[in-house]
C-alpha cells in the first residue's frame, strides 16, 4: 500500500479536516497521521462514515515526505492541502492581506 492520510468535509462548514495520530480531525494537512496499512485505513473509514452528523464523505490522499514536509501526490488534493489563498491566487485572483483575505 501507498502512503496516505485520511481527509472528510466537516459537516457543519464544508472545512477539509484530516485524521491526526490523536485521532482527532483537525485544520492542519502537516498534522495528520500516515497511514501504512491497509486494514488500519479501512477501519478508521469506517468510524469516519459513521460520524456523519460531523464529517462527510471521508476519503483517502495519496501523500509522500520531502524534506520532512508532508506533500499530496494528486493534484487537487495538493492545492487543497495549501489553503483556500494560496489555490485562488494560483488561478490569478489576488491576495490582499495577512488574514487570507483574497479579493477579485
Request: glycine share 8%.
Amino acid at each position: 500500500m501507498k502512503t496516505c492520510i485520511l481527509s472528510a468535509s466537516r459537516t457543519l462548514d464544508g472545512v477539509p479536516v484530516y485524521l491526526s495520530p490523536a485521532q482527532e480531525w483537525i485544520e492542519d494537512f502537516q498534522g495528520a497521521y500516515v497511514f501504512q496499512e491497509r486494514e488500519e485505513l479501512d477501519a478508521a473509514i469506517g468510524r469516519a462514515r459513521a460520524m456523519e452528523d460531523r464529517l462527510c464523505e471521508p476519503f483517502q490522499i495519496l501523500v509522500k515526505t520531502e524534506d520532512g514536509v508532508l506533500r499530496a501526490t494528486q493534484g487537487k488534493w495538493a492545492m487543497r492541502a495549501e489553503g483556500a489563498a494560496k489555490m485562488l491566487t494560483s488561478l490569478g485572483y489576488e491576495n490582499i492581506g495577512s488574514d487570507d483575505h483574497v479579493s477579485v
